[in-house]
Structure formats: C-alpha cells, structure tokens
C-alpha cells in the first residue's frame, strides 16, 4: 500500500503525473488560504506537502517520470518546513493573546542595493552548487531558491517590497517547471502569482496608511499567512 501511495501516477494528456506532487502542491494551497486566514493548522498543513514536494524535486533519487533533481526547490522545501515549525510553535504561543503587528515599510535604498546584490551573488554562488550536484536548470534555481530565501528575510523586516521578489521567483519558477514537466507545481506557481501580486497591493495600502499588519510566508510553491488583527474596514 506506501509502495502504491508513492508511486501512483494519473496521465494528463498523455503525460504522467505522480498523484504526490498534486497532493502536495493542494497542501501547499490549502496552507496559503488557511493563513490568510490566520488559521494555526495552516503550519502542519504547509509542512506536510513540503515533505511530499522534497521527494518529487528529488526526481532522481526518488524515481519520478521526469527524473530530473531540481536541487534549488528541494532546499526550499526545507527550509519552508523548517519556517512553518516555527511559525506553528509561534502561533500556538500567541493564540488568544493576539500576535504581534508590523507597519509595512520601505525597506529603502540601502537595504534595496544589499538584497541586490544578495540577489546576484547568492544565484551565482547557488547555480554553481546545484550545477556540481547535478540540478536540472541549476540557473534559474539558483535564483528561485535564492530569491525565497531574500522574500522571507524582507517579510520577517517587513518591507513591502519582499512581495515584489516572490513574483520575481514565481516569474522564474514557471517556465522552469513546466519546462522540467511538473505541471501542477508549475500551474501553483501561477496561482501564487496573482496571490502575492495581491499581497502586494494590500501591504502597499498598510504602508501608506500606516496600518499594523504581519504577513508570514513559506510552503512548496508558498504559505501565506497573518498572524495580526485585521485592521477595522481592510477585506484580507
């Protein structure tokens, strides 16, 4: 029965598909809308379709039908899981207390250049590394893995433009995944798209009206979440 459970597969147009990653990329989903709604089983949730992608991005070690190792998105099915810990344990500890507000701000011109060239030395650094492994596509992994890494670090300072790098990931990760054949990551991706795009928009608004709000972010495509009050009038 595991044996069947992990290699079940459904064929789209031809083209197979392992019944795991479609699993995994629905967690991944239903931990984003249970953030948003600052929901705490959102965490567990998020965790466990990080466990189920790690094996799919693995596709050489764990035999699927496109046996290709995308080593930048298995590292962030790692590191996602590891955040989403934490941010089960914090949520926990804050429920009933009400969690702690950010005011979304510019992160400014010094932090821009810094997270550039994070940006840039970090996809060099990355590629070269999941290149020597082995990754399939280890440039634009690179980035998408480094890219994750600078969103979640500008979510945590709570700088509105942390928004705009996840689209830059998403922008990459696209083309990268379908281009690999895993599609339904690849159509996730889409979906995160229009959801941090909107994300954006609503930080945006916060800032300029210097409204608190907390957005957490992590997952196999994403996991948003909010773990401040809603401020009075704002549909989040």
Same mark, same amino acid.
């Given at each position: 029965?595991?044996?069947?459970?992990?290699?079940?597969?459904?064929?789209?147009?031809?083209?197979?598909?392992? %019944?795991?990653?479609?699993? @995994?990329?629905?967690?991944?989903?239903?931990?984003?809308?249970?953030?948003?709604?600052?929901? =705490?089983?959102?965490? &567990?949730?998020? +965790?466990?379709?990080?466990?189920?992608?790690?094996?799919?991005?693995? @596709?050489?070690?764990?035999?699927?039908? /496109?046996?290709?190792?995308?080593?930048?998105?298995?590292?962030? /099915?790692? !590191?996602? $899981? +590891?955040?989403?810990?934490?941010? %089960?344990?914090?949520?926990?500890? $804050?429920?009933?207390?009400?969690?702690?507000?950010?005011?979304?701000?510019?992160?400014?011109?010094?932090?821009?250049?810094?997270?550039?060239?994070?940006?840039? =030395?970090?996809?060099?650094?990355?590629?070269?590394?999941?290149?020597?492994?082995?990754?399939?596509? &280890?440039?634009?992994?690179?980035?998408? !893995?480094?890219?994750?890494? *600078? $969103?979640?670090?500008?979510?945590?300072?709570?700088?509105?433009?942390? %928004?705009? +790098?996840?689209?830059? =990931?998403?922008? =990459?990760?696209?083309?990268?995944? *379908?281009?690999? @054949?895993?599609?339904?990551?690849?159509?996730?991706?889409?979906?995160?798209?229009?959801?941090?795009?909107?994300?954006?928009?609503?930080?945006?608004?916060?800032?300029? $009206?210097?409204?608190?709000?907390?957005?957490?972010?992590?997952?196999?495509?994403?996991?948003?979440?909010?773990?401040? &009050?809603?401020?009075?009038?704002?549909?989040?």
């Amino acid at each position: 029965m595991t044996d069947w459970l992990f290699d079940a597969q459904l064929v789209v147009a031809g083209v197979p598909i392992l %019944w795991r990653e479609v699993v @995994g990329n629905l967690f991944g989903l239903a931990s984003a809308i249970g953030g948003m709604r600052r929901r =705490v089983w959102a965490w &567990p949730v998020g +965790v466990a379709g990080n466990v189920l992608l790690l094996t799919v991005f693995l @596709g050489g070690l764990f035999d699927t039908p /496109q046996a290709k190792d995308l080593y930048g998105q298995a590292a962030r /099915q790692v !590191f996602f $899981a +590891v955040v989403a810990v934490y941010g %089960w344990v914090r949520w926990r500890q $804050a429920r009933g207390a009400g969690g702690p507000a950010v005011v979304p701000r510019s992160a400014g011109a010094r932090a821009r250049w810094g997270m550039l060239v994070a940006a840039v =030395v970090g996809t060099v650094v990355s590629a070269l590394v999941f290149r020597a492994l082995g990754s399939w596509g &280890p440039w634009a992994d690179g980035w998408i !893995f480094t890219g994750s890494l *600078l $969103a979640t670090y500008g979510m945590a300072r709570g700088w509105t433009e942390f %928004w705009l +790098v996840w689209i830059a =990931v998403d922008a =990459v990760g696209v083309p990268l995944l *379908l281009q690999a @054949g895993y599609y339904p990551s690849a159509a996730l991706y889409a979906v995160y798209g229009g959801v941090v795009l909107y994300g954006f928009v609503v930080w945006l608004r916060a800032q300029r $009206a210097g409204e608190p709000q907390e957005v957490t972010a992590s997952g196999g495509a994403g996991t948003l979440a909010a773990d401040a &009050p809603e401020p009075v009038g704002r549909d989040v």
